[in-house]
């Protein structure tokens, strides 16, 4: 009986047991958001895709996006996402000014190691990447060179 406990216990634990994994960690990127805008002076929003230099002289893509309304307020969620791996520009159709956002810089968060058991095909694990500075229309928000602070949101004020 008690060599039976014993293996049932070597068992659990072994079943249980944890070890250590590491995930790849998801790419980070600005969401925008337009605040003080309706919905008919955001949609269809107009995104410009240039080489990232912060000179905006090589235009390598434009793509026509939507907007969505954020609950009952007046923000719009632009549903577009800036990678760091280009400058952007940003044109309202119902408005003549063109929003720039550049120099989005990524976080050093490229791995995680998580513990798991043996049974971990239950629960799914992530990580993702933070950008920690972007500059929009000039104005820096962030640190380039300090990889704390989250700043995954623009906001577009109006």
């Not at 659990?12 to 250590?20: A, Q």
């Not at 230099?53 to 309304?69: G, P």
């Not at 968060?109 to 972007?134: A, F, M, P, R, W």
């Amino acid at each position: 009986m008690k060599a039976l406990y014993a293996l049932s216990t070597i068992l659990v634990f072994s079943l249980f047991s944890c070890r250590t994994q590491t995930l790849q960690c998801g790419a980070a990127g600005v969401e925008v958001y337009f605040v003080g805008y309706t919905y008919e002076e955001a949609k269809n929003t107009t995104l410009f895709v240039y080489k990232k230099d912060n000179l905006f002289d090589s235009l390598i893509d434009s793509v026509s996006t939507y907007c969505q309304q954020v609950g009952t307020s007046d923000t719009m969620q632009f549903l577009g996402h800036l990678d760091d791996d280009h400058d952007y520009k940003i044109k309202l159709p119902a408005s003549t000014t063109v929003y720039t956002i550049s120099g989005i810089t990524l976080g050093n968060h490229y791995t995680e190691k998580i513990q798991t058991g043996l049974v971990d095909d239950l629960v799914k694990y992530g990580c993702s990447n933070n950008t920690v500075s972007y500059t929009l229309n000039g104005q820096q928000f962030g640190d380039p060179n300090v990889m704390s602070g989250v700043y995954n949101v623009a906001y577009i004020q109006k």
